[in-house]
């Protein structure tokens, strides 16, 4: 991943006896296959779907069952959803929603970063295995330990939510532990493994070290992660419920089996939406530590070290903000089309005005995402070759951003529209509609990519005797993508039917991955034993490590606000057209009150995240024995 | 040297012509099938077959 890594390579691992490495081979195999079967099963879903009744066609013999399924052991009158009246939910003098607001946001926040630092660690963990660097293996040993504190938080608000849950919205709870039955006692026994797996991955890591037994520390990693990503899926599963309910009928009886009910039609997408998410902010997290003991010391060793740990956290943020988006329109298109009025209701109504503060909060993200791998580039001296393009790589990005942010209908007076000569700017309100976002962000995306491979690229020199050839490629693939999203775009967007246009965001989407996909082709075939030059570790400037400060608070924040948009899509139902939500805060809050809500939410983050680094930095401090005579 | 410096920048300029071509028809395929997968046809001339 980093070839720039400080020196001193350290004896790689003996591995004489390599069952460690078949006990890994074996547990990485069974997930992947169990996964497959999953999928595979998931794809049919006749096999899955248990009848309700049957037809009895006239003349035809009377069919007979062959197989037993769920309804011959539940022979229990369905139940339908409760209707709960407002005097149902208890009155604590406070707003009950804000409460839960408040913790599940909280508890989210916690357990994005968990489950994500874990993720990428086991990842910069193998990569020390196989490069035989011990500081990966450090360096992932330190990332682990700041964000341990993190799971004991993430359970204490988790615990709190489920408290605050069953009293304040007591009707609600019973019918989602009525739908989901025992699998809510799956989960909390995957807490159990996840502690387990946790406590001995942590700390088995110096117990575990070298040889067999690291291996046996990445099985650990590994299962971690497993129980981990299996504790997220089955959560969305309850969100993605209350969206779009599946397994139940129209007045919410449970017609289903467990499997029907959790797989319903937005499972899928915020499954890969937050597994991405996740990542790309655990690495915005870490890399503000990084910023942190990078700023508060002179020692160059160890300002050299924070600064590859916030280069590798920016990267592991950057590569996975770069699909994020991708994952978005994804999520988006399933929620159109499984409620054209709940999309409305995002897109078109009053949440569509969050959109346009999640373009402003995403171009803080790539903005300040590019600016430290622009700062970065001095590290090299070989940075000079493309430090011209810098300018024009910032020049689209600004223009794209104020482009992602332009409103389309704005809310006017008669003077005002007046003065504008129509409800929409002659000039700018072209730009307010998806057709010109698409376009904006599919360039911020491709210049984000470009100042990533150069950056990548600013320590080599390509040895291969096609280089040139290599260049005279990649420089096409650019140009012409570039050019094709626009005329998507614009062609597609302004001179077309509705379809075509919604389509062509799916080619838009394509040409941009091909960019990413045939640079990293390329760029690992061509810099292939190239030649490699001097890299200066600390030497950025320091203003760089506020970019990695602003990265993380604009990500926490984004979160906050797209998790408010999904959830407010329900309107004034707790299960969408299954159960109603008749309590005091049965509606959508003005955007100021939500922008207040997140903007609390998003600061009692950061503060219990400074108290984890603050507990982090605890452990390595150790009090001086006070003089013999010395003042008590 | 002048001869082997202009064959250099010749065999250059192929490769960036070609390299172009060959962008322009990979890209120009890619949005054919993207939209065809879609059931959104397109003309030779990319305007909307449906």
């Known amino acids: 991943m980093n070839d720039k890594r400080p020196s001193n390579q350290p004896e790689r691992p003996s591995t004489q006896i390599r069952w460690g490495r078949r006990l890994w081979i074996a547990l990485s195999m069974l997930l992947l296959v169990y996964g497959l079967v999953q999928a595979v099963e998931e794809s049919t879903t006749l096999n899955r779907i248990t009848p309700i009744g049957m037809v009895q066609v006239a003349g035809e013999p009377l069919i007979t069952k062959t197989t037993p399924d769920i309804a011959d052991v539940d022979t229990a009158e369905p139940i339908a959803a409760p209707r709960p009246s407002r005097s149902d939910y208890p009155n604590i003098g406070v707003s009950s929603r804000a409460i839960v607001w408040i913790l599940a946001q909280l508890h989210l926040f916690f357990a994005a970063l968990v489950l994500a630092v874990p993720l990428f660690l086991l990842t910069i963990e193998l990569l020390g295995v196989y490069t035989g660097d011990e500081r990966y293996d450090n360096m992932a040993y330190e990332f682990m330990k700041i964000s341990l504190t993190g799971f004991s938080i993430t359970a204490i608000f988790g615990g709190s939510l489920a408290l605050a849950l069953f009293v304040l919205y007591p009707d609600f709870m019973g019918y989602m532990m009525h739908v989901f039955g025992v699998q809510v006692l799956v989960y909390a026994i995957l807490f159990f493994l996840e502690s387990f797996f946790l406590y001995t991955y942590y700390y088995g890591w110096n117990a575990f070290r070298y040889g067999n037994l690291k291996w046996v520390h990445l099985s650990l990693g590994l299962m971690l992660n497993a129980s981990g990503l299996t504790i997220m899926v089955l959560a969305n599963s309850w969100a993605t419920f209350m969206m779009a309910p599946s397994g139940v009928n129209e007045v919410g009886a449970v017609v289903g089996n467990i499997w029907e009910i959790m797989k319903g039609p937005l499972w899928n997408p915020i499954n890969l939406h937050r597994f991405i998410a996740n990542i790309a902010f655990g690495g915005t997290v870490v890399g503000a530590y990084a910023a942190f003991k990078f700023l508060s010391t002179n020692d160059p060793d160890r300002r050299a070290h924070y600064d590859w740990m916030g280069y590798t956290s920016n990267f592991i943020a950057i590569l996975a903000f770069l699909p994020l988006p991708f994952a978005g329109y994804w999520l988006m298109a399933e929620i159109y089309a499984y409620s054209q009025q709940m999309g409305i209701t995002a897109m078109g109504g009053i949440l569509a005005w969050l959109f346009i503060v999640q373009a402003v909060l995403i171009g803080t993200i790539l903005l300040a995402g590019n600016f430290y791998l622009w700062a970065g580039m001095s590290r090299t001296d070989g940075s000079d070759r493309y430090k011209g393009l810098i300018k024009y790589i910032a020049a689209v990005l600004v223009v794209c951003f104020l482009i992602w942010v332009t409103p389309h209908t704005l809310i006017l007076s008669a003077s005002e529209i007046s003065l504008l000569g129509g409800s929409y700017h002659h000039i700018l309100g072209p730009l307010g509609i998806m057709p010109a976002k698409n376009v904006a962000v599919n360039l911020m995306l491709v210049a984000t990519f470009l100042s990533f491979q150069l950056y990548r690229r600013s320590d080599k020199v390509a040895t291969v005797s096609w280089a040139p050839m290599g260049n005279a490629l990649m420089v096409p693939i650019y140009v012409v993508a570039i050019v094709n999203i626009i005329f998507l775009g614009v062609y597609y967007g302004y001179f077309t039917n509705t379809v075509y246009k919604v389509g062509s965001s799916v080619a838009q989407v394509a040409s941009t991955l091909v960019v990413i996909i045939a640079g990293i082709i390329l760029d690992t075939l061509m810099f292939r034993n190239a030649k490699t030059l001097p890299s200066h570790w600390g030497r950025i400037p320091d203003r760089a490590q506020y970019a990695l400060f602003a990265l993380p608070i604009a990500f926490t924040w984004l979160m906050g606000l797209m998790g408010y948009v999904r959830s407010s899509v329900k309107t004034h139902w707790h299960v969408y057209t299954v159960m109603k939500d008749n309590s005091p805060d049965n509606y959508i809050p003005t955007i100021a009150y939500a922008g207040n809500m997140i903007t609390i939410v998003t600061v009692l983050f950061l503060l219990c995240v400074l108290f984890m680094f603050w507990v982090a930095n605890l452990s390595s401090t150790r009090q001086a024995k006070p003089a013999a005579g010395g003042a008590v | ?50």
């Open chain 2, 1 to 50: 040297m002048q001869t082997n410096d202009n064959n250099n920048a010749l065999s250059m300029l192929i490769s960036i012509i070609v390299s172009f071509m060959i962008a322009l028809t990979f890209f120009y395929g890619l949005d054919h099938l993207v939209m065809s997968m879609q059931g959104l046809p397109l003309n030779p001339d990319l305007s909307p077959a449906g």
